[in-house]
């Protein structure tokens, strides 16, 4: 409607609204106090939505986040027709082939914090994921899972957050595990240049 009628000094100011809750720099989404849709208030729009909405409007800095929001809620959501919903075929594959490359390192993260050896032991604590036994093998694979459900086990498989491994590991294997991960929530925050290929910004 602000582009409609002209309204740049308030569309200048939504906008402005916006960049806290699609953030473009790493440090601004940790200290984020509404990510995403949140914004919108109650009723909250469908993640598709406000991708086309920002497509449409040529509102780029938001793009990769708000697809990266997209893909939060799986690919039943993702291809949904509801009207107002549908993606552009190209948006859509760019978004799904993001969504297969962070669920793709968190894999391989979930794979690193159980065989890493600089990092993980033969945990003697009985509670502990990383008391693997007599068989680490077969363990440690059954940490991996575990590890790796974790990370994904968030709101609506969220994984840029940090997450707690206190009902999995010892205090002290949780802290550690906590620490090493931070390192691959910023390689997936790196990975959101392949959402959304500002390229495909359409009007």
Same mark, same amino acid.
């Given at each position: 409607?602000? @582009?409609?009628?002209?309204?740049?000094?308030?569309?200048?100011?939504?906008?402005?609204?916006?960049?806290?809750?699609?953030?473009?720099?790493?440090?601004?989404?940790?200290?984020?106090?509404?990510?995403?849709?949140?914004?919108?208030?109650?009723?909250?729009?469908?993640?598709?939505?406000?991708?086309?909405?920002?497509?449409?409007?040529?509102?780029?800095?938001?793009?990769?986040?708000?697809?990266?929001?997209?893909?939060?809620?799986?690919?039943? @959501?993702?291809?949904?027709?509801?009207?107002?919903?549908?993606?552009?075929?190209?948006? !859509?594959?760019?978004?799904?082939?993001?969504?297969?490359?962070?669920?793709?390192?968190?894999?391989?993260?979930?794979?690193?914090?159980?065989?890493?050896?600089?990092?993980?032991?033969?945990?003697?604590?009985?509670?502990?994921?990383?008391?693997?036994?007599?068989?680490?093998?077969?363990?440690?694979?059954?940490?991996?899972?575990?590890?790796?459900?974790?990370? !994904?086990?968030?709101?609506?498989?969220?994984?840029?957050?940090?997450?707690?491994?206190?009902?999995?590991?010892?205090?002290?294997?949780?802290?550690?595990?906590?620490?090493?991960?931070?390192?691959?929530?910023?390689?997936?925050?790196?990975?959101?240049?392949?959402?959304?290929?500002?390229?495909?910004?359409?009007?």
């Amino acid at each position: 409607m602000t @582009a409609r009628y002209g309204l740049s000094d308030i569309r200048d100011q939504l906008i402005k609204d916006l960049e806290g809750a699609y953030p473009t720099e790493w440090e601004k989404y940790q200290t984020a106090e509404v990510l995403g849709e949140d914004v919108f208030g109650l009723p909250k729009p469908h993640p598709n939505a406000v991708l086309n909405l920002f497509m449409a409007q040529g509102i780029r800095f938001a793009l990769r986040f708000a697809a990266y929001r997209a893909s939060l809620g799986g690919f039943r @959501a993702l291809v949904s027709d509801e009207p107002g919903t549908e993606l552009p075929r190209l948006t !859509l594959a760019s978004t799904v082939h993001g969504m297969e490359m962070i669920r793709s390192l968190m894999t391989c993260a979930a794979d690193a914090l159980a065989y890493e050896r600089k990092l993980l032991f033969v945990c003697p604590n009985r509670t502990c994921v990383l008391n693997v036994g007599t068989d680490p093998m077969e363990k440690r694979m059954e940490a991996v899972k575990k590890l790796h459900s974790a990370m !994904l086990c968030k709101r609506d498989a969220e994984v840029l957050s940090a997450p707690s491994f206190r009902d999995l590991a010892c205090v002290r294997c949780a802290k550690d595990m906590e620490a090493y991960h931070t390192a691959w929530r910023m390689i997936c925050w790196e990975t959101l240049r392949t959402f959304c290929d500002e390229s495909e910004v359409q009007g």
